[in-house]
């Protein structure tokens, strides 16, 4: 699995995008392509703080802040652990600046990050929020706000990847092949 792996040693994938992007799918597509593989959902790893969750843009900001900096520390020690035992991580999470980015670059080095920015269009997020479970929905109007500052942020960094016209499953063999070549960032 070349693709995801440099020198046999496994790297860290991380995949975000706009919600509806179709990071959850992609991201265990990948994961079940892989021979030693862990998935680290951003959303599953909330789902762990049972009383006082606030979300990402929910109020008080300054606790949803630092509720989304000790999920994004989670998710990079746990990538750490994996990766350390010969696992690859896969990370699926939002990441909307290039702040968030580096906060990530800095907590899983030295470690080889690929980066993959899944990106099927503003329209197509939508239409996949709308035809999700309803308890998976998620209800969300700043698609074009987030999409120019992720363009703004870090539009050159890693792979963005237009999936719009292909299947999950094409998706993932692509990243599977062709991630370690595209999404280095480090």
Request: with cysteine.
């Amino acid at each position: 699995m070349r693709g995801v792996t440099t020198a046999g040693a496994p790297n860290c994938l991380i995949v975000t995008g706009m919600p509806g992007a179709g990071k959850s799918t992609v991201t265990r597509l990948v994961a079940e392509r892989l021979p030693r593989s862990a998935l680290l959902d951003g959303d599953e790893l909330n789902r762990m703080i049972v009383s006082g969750f606030v979300w990402a843009l929910g109020e008080p900001a300054d606790e949803a802040a630092q509720q989304v900096e000790l999920l994004h520390r989670n998710l990079c020690a746990l990538a750490n652990n994996f990766a350390d035992a010969g696992f690859t991580p896969l990370i699926d999470a939002v990441i909307p600046s290039r702040e968030k980015l580096d906060f990530f670059l800095d907590l899983l080095a030295p470690r080889h990050v690929l980066f993959v920015v899944l990106t099927p269009g503003i329209e197509v997020c939508q239409h996949r929020n709308t035809i999700r479970d309803p308890r998976e929905r998620f209800d969300f109007d700043g698609y074009e706000v987030l999409d120019a500052d992720m363009k703004r942020e870090f539009g050159d960094v890693g792979w963005w990847f237009d999936t719009a016209g292909l299947t999950p499953d094409q998706t993932a063999d692509c990243i599977v092949r062709e991630a370690s070549r595209r999404a280095l960032v480090n």
